[in-house]
């Protein structure tokens, strides 16, 4: 999730009072060329960063190697019982070297750049898991993750197994003729639609449901026009639950230019718990069933 805002002001935040810190942290560690790390030589205490690495660890049943999480890492529900070291785009190294990990197992994109770069250059293994927003991405993140904790047979068994359930989930929505055109909306803004566009996890299970990305001409998640809006003629608003700031009905479709759309005509909403629709983990075959259903109900072959 996760998840997506409010970053630039904690960021500042954060960056002031590391700065100095930061610093104390290189000096007082001895320095590692740990980029290039593909398995833990110690894996006994590992701090999870991204929900998805976190549940996978879970899946593959080597969850008494974590010792830490990360606030996205929500699921399962015993995960709650880890010390929390911050928001993953938000870290402070400062906060994630407090509980003495003998490695960070860390997913793409967390940050800032800046904590990062400090975390790589202590003594501290650091494994950075690569985020593909496909069916082949999670495959491949459930490899990386045990590999880098010694248990590569177990990664094998569940990657094939998570396989063939995606594989399913997406045959589901095969016979569909007539797909509908989604308008992810991450949040409204001064009265402003701000959705994802292209290579963004909404995008990537938008497609995996058999649905259509209403936004077409941009990357990532950004600020639409009321006309951009209008013209992108969404069937069906998809929107997070338990993520950032609520939005209610009542606010989407008083919007001028939702409310001129198709999916405002027909109120057509539809909400998922955010870690759980965007998480591109051990769950998202789940996720594409339960998307793909609210979409086309009865046309969903099983």
């Known amino acids: 999730m996760r998840f997506f805002l409010g970053l630039s002001a904690v960021r ?26 593909a398995v833990f030589a110690d894996p006994s205490k590992i701090a999870a960063i991204g929900g998805s690495i976190t549940e996978i660890v879970y899946a593959l049943g080597e969850e008494k190697h974590l010792v830490a999480r990360d606030s996205t890492s929500r699921y399962p529900k015993a995960a709650l019982e880890l010390p ?9 190294p400062e906060g994630v070297l407090s509980v003495n990990p003998t490695g960070i197992l860390a997913l793409h994109g967390s940050g800032p750049r800046e904590a990062v770069d400090v975390l790589k250059k202590t003594s501290v293994p650091f494994i950075e898991v690569p985020e593909h927003y496909s069916h082949e991405g999670i495959i491949e993140k459930v490899r990386i993750v045990g590999k880098a904790l010694g248990v590569d047979a177990k990664a094998e068994v569940l990657a094939k197994e998570l396989d063939a359930k995606l594989t399913a989930a997406e045959k589901q929505t095969a016979l569909i003729k007539e797909r509908k055109r989604i308008l992810f909306v991450l949040s409204i803004q001064g009265g402003k639609i701000l959705a994802a566009g292209s290579e963004t996890a909404a995008d990537g299970m938008v497609k995996l449901a058999g649905g259509v990305n209403a936004v077409e001409g941009f990357s990532g998640y950004k600020q639409m026009s009321d006309e ?4 992108a003629r969404p069937d069906v608003i998809l929107m997070m639950s338990n993520a950032g700031p609520p939005v209610s009905d009542d606010e989407l479709f008083g919007n001028p230019s939702i409310a001129s759309t198709p999916a405002g005509t027909a109120r057509k909403l539809i909400r998922i718990d955010g870690a759980y629709l965007l998480g591109f983990g051990p769950r998202t075959a789940d ?16």
Do not use: C, N, W
Request: charged share 10%; aromatic share 6%.
């Open 84 to 92: 929390d070291v911050g928001y993953m785009r938000a870290l402070s």
């Open 287 to 302: 996720a594409i069933h339960d998307l793909a259903v609210s979409l086309y109900g009865g046309q969903v072959t099983d």
């Open 228 to 231: 951009a809006v209008i013209t």
């Open 12 to 37: 500042g935040s954060i960056l002031g009072s590391m700065a100095g810190l930061s610093l104390a942290f290189v000096a007082l560690q001895p320095a590692s060329a740990t980029e290039g790390t």
